[in-house]
Every structure is written in C-alpha cells, then in structure tokens.
C-alpha cells in the first residue's frame, strides 16, 4: 500500500493540441527552464529517474528465493556491469504478513509508514556514446514517512467486500454440500486419511469453483462488480521521501567505477476527496551536462469532481552556479470531461523567463484516458 | 477461474466436554475474504468477517466435522502473498491452523476449504 497522489493528466497517453488561443510556440529548452511538475514528485523507481532511463523489463522479486534468483542470475558477470538490468522490490513485501488485517492498516505510525511503503531499486544502463561507451548503475531506496489515513470510501468497499465475499463462500458450500457430507462419512469411518480427504476436498472444490452455476452466479458477479470498481485509497497528511546514488564505469568495467552523481526528492501533500495540496522539492548534485546542482521546488493546488478538475502549478529551478539563472513557471490548467475518456484540457499561465519565445503558454486541447484513471493512485 | 487459487486441509481438535469451541479467522497481508461454514453438513452462522463464532459445546461436537470455506481476493497492490489462520479455542488447547498461497495475479481469488474433526 503506498501513498496516494493526484497526479492531473499523467498518465494520458495521447493528447491532441486542437487550437491554440495564443501565442503557443515550442518552450526553449535552455537549462533554467523548470521541468514540469510531475517529473520533480517522489518518483517511483528513484534509480531508474536518477539514470533517466525506463526498462522494458523489471525484475520485482516478492519473496526470498525469488530475490535470490533474481541476484544469482547476474552474479555470473564478474568483471563487467551487467546492462539493462533492472530490479525493485519491497523489504516488507517479501515475507508473508498472516495476522496483519487490512483494518490494521486504518492509520499507521511512522515506523508503521516507512515499513509498509519501503522500496529499493536497482538499475544499470548505457549512459555514454557509441564512441565514450558508459555503463552506469544506481541504487535508490523510497519510502513515506507519513502515509495518511484508509479513505472512508475505501473501507466501505472493503466491508461491502467481506459481505459479498461471505455470500460467495456460502454458495461454494451449498454447491458442495452432498459431496462435503459422503467424503466426512468416508472420513470418520477410516475409510480414507485425513490426506486423502484434503485432496479429495481441493478436487470438488476445483470442480465446483469452475462450474457454470458457480461462476456466472449473482454471488460471483457481485464480487466481480464490486473489485472492477474498488481502489484502495488514502486520505490525509502525506510524506514521501527518495534518494538515489549513482556509478559511472566506462566499458562496463567494474574496477573503473567512478561517482556520477546522486539526488533526493521529497513530496509533501494533503489529500481530500475532492481537493488536494501538493508540494515537491528535488535536489540534483548534477542536472545538466555543465555539472551544475539543481534545486527544484514546487507547489500545486487541485480541485476535482468526476466532471472536471481545476489546478494551478507554480515550479521553480534554481542553479548553484552564479553563471546560469533560475526560472520559475506558473501555469493554471481546466479539465472537462466530454466524453467517459475524453477530456477537454485548457492551460494557460507564464514559463521560464518573460523576455523569451514561447514563455506565454495558453493551450487548448483533448486528451483521451484509456487507462479509465483520471487520476492515479500509486 | 483463470486466477483462482486452491488450498484444503484436514486436520482434528481435541474438545473438552463442558467448554464451548469458538472459531476466530485471520486474513492477513491486508487482503478481503469472507467465511461461511458447514457442521455435518448443514449450514452455521458465521456472523463477522473474523469472528469469533461459538461452534458448539464440546461435549455435542465429538465426532462432528466443521467445514470452513473461506475466500480471499487480492486488494492490496504491494504483494500477491494471501494468507489465513483459524484459530480454534475452548479445546485442550488453543491451537492455529495457519494456511497461505499466492495468487496467480493482481486481484485473483485464493480458495480455502478447511476441515476440522473434532475429537474427545
């Protein structure tokens, strides 16, 4: 369970610009221009950030032995880094939690938070040129500090969920019930062991659970209804904290590591059913090809219904070097929803410094959300 | 069907005479289940998600067969891991059945059928 967040428009896969109302041109990408709100939040997989990179394929071990083959796999390649490798994983998730309720999960104290929420990534790619070939390998580790509270919302689906559940296992019962009987009397007679009745028991179950009447009964249904439309979200007082470091090798050899560079993040923000409060602050030791520090911040406000939602961002970049400016951007964005996916998007605010081409942003457009998440829930 | 997991037991609780047998379930890793039960056969109430619920006095139970299915589904997002325990009081002793499995996927559905005979 991690820390919800409202994220506006993120995860829209594909937006078309229909008309702009105003000057509209391409932004200059110089080194102060502030990078845009969501790539400053807490990322998910900090060492894949730190490496800029998004691996088609990562390893999630989610107990012991699969971490362990997960490591011996790449533990082979001595001498060299091992490329395209990707791993995330959560400490707390790799065992089995049989007594924690989800009612104990309500509330949750701070050591509660990081334990619950704790990941760690790892990741190695190709960094240099065909020329200067680079491998480089991070490691980053995320957490929440504080992770609010279970939305009412949430736990009423969940006890909505127990009811429907309890209805189900009554009809695997019901649906069983003469075989249940035969095989107790064939128990308690000795005629078969307490093995033999188990798996016989596993068998009908299988049977019955595959069966028409049991499948396309209202109880299953209701279940099926119920989890389509179930999200478990949080509400409340939210912190989320990364790092991550990060190592140079040129050709891939170990013994030539060198440090690259290394970042933090840290995402405050409170959420409500319909309003939310979000702050971001990003530290980069290294953020452009000069070496400079970087230190963004940012805030931004949000309302939202199931119709529409309103925003408004303000992010800021700031340089250690006397020799590259600043730039903040300040931009409100309307959302309306015309359609079950399809939202009507307007912006319009200032980017990066006012003297220059493209630093007015007023933008009309319509985004399509197939991933039916208008706003995503980590 | 696709993502729905199995897992049975059989297994015997030594009751004693004068004292009820109350029947508490555990579903951990945070998942959602619901439990309904059989006692020869024929159905008993199990009133909340956990119980307890008394099952009977133990010197009725003797030779009897309690019968609890209990279906799990996968809410939480950080781990496919399901696991349940019942536990069983007023025997001789206090004792805990724990079970678990993975399920197959995101939001699949863990099945467990668990027989308990109860012994004098």
Known sequence: ?378 | MADDVFLSSTNFYAVVSDRDVVLRVFTGDEQVSGTSLLLNGSPVPFDSPAGPQVIGQGKDLVGSVLTVNTTVRDVNPATNHTSVTHVLEGGLETRAFPHAIDVSADKGTAHYLVTFVFTA
């Open chain 1, 1 to 378: 369970m991690s820390v919800r967040a409202l994220r506006l428009s993120t995860s829209l896969p594909l937006a078309i610009v229909a008309a702009c109302v105003a000057q509209a041109s391409a932004q200059t990408a110089g080194p102060e221009a502030p990078p845009a709100f969501n790539t400053i939040r807490t990322p998910t997989s900090p060492a894949f950030t730190l490496l800029g990179i998004e691996p088609s394929s990562v390893e999630r071990p989610n107990t012991p032995s699969s971490l362990a083959v997960a490591l011996l796999g790449r533990a082979q390649e001595r001498e060299t880094v091992p490329a395209d490798f990707a791993l995330e994983l959560s400490p707390y998730w790799l065992v089995g939690h049989p007594r924690l309720a989800w009612r104990d999960d309500e509330t949750r104290t701070i050591g509660q938070s990081l334990a619950r929420t704790a990941t760690l990534s790892v990741a190695t790619g190709a960094t240099g040129t065909k020329d200067v070939p680079v491998t480089s390998l991070a490691v980053g580790g995320r957490a929440s500090v504080f992770s609010g509270h279970l939305a009412a919302s949430t736990t009423k689906g969940l006890e909505d969920l127990e009811k429907a559940l309890q209805a189900e296992s009554a009809l695997g019962l019901r649906l069983m019930q003469d075989q249940i009987k035969a095989l107790s009397a064939q128990l308690l007679a000795g005629e078969i062991s307490a093995e033999e009745h188990a798996r016989l028991m596993n068998a009908l179950q299988r049977a019955v659970v595959g069966s028409k009447a049991y499948m396309e009964s209202a109880e299953r249904k209701a279940v099926e209804k119920l989890m389509q439309k179930f999200a478990a979200n949080r509400e409340g007082f939210f912190l989320e904290v990364a790092g991550a470091a990060g190592w140079e090798y040129p050709d891939a050899v170990w013994a030539r590591h060198r440090f690259g560079r290394w970042g933090a993040w840290a995402t405050p923000s409170y959420q409500t059913p319909h309003w939310s409060l979000v702050g971001v602050a990003r530290y980069l030791s290294k953020a452009d090809d000069a070496g400079h520090e970087a230190m963004d911040f940012g805030l931004r406000g949000t309302y939202s219904s199931d119709r529409y939602a309103l925003s408004l961002e303000y992010v800021h970049r700031g340089f250690s070097g006397a020799d590259v400016p600043g730039g903040h951007r300040f931009v409100g964005i309307a959302e309306y929803g015309v359609g079950d996916d399809t939202w009507l998007v307007a912006s319009f605010g200032r980017d990066a410094a006012t003297q220059r081409e493209g630093s007015l942003i007023a933008r009309l457009g319509l985004s399509f959300n197939f991933s039916k998440e208008r706003f995503k829930v980590d």
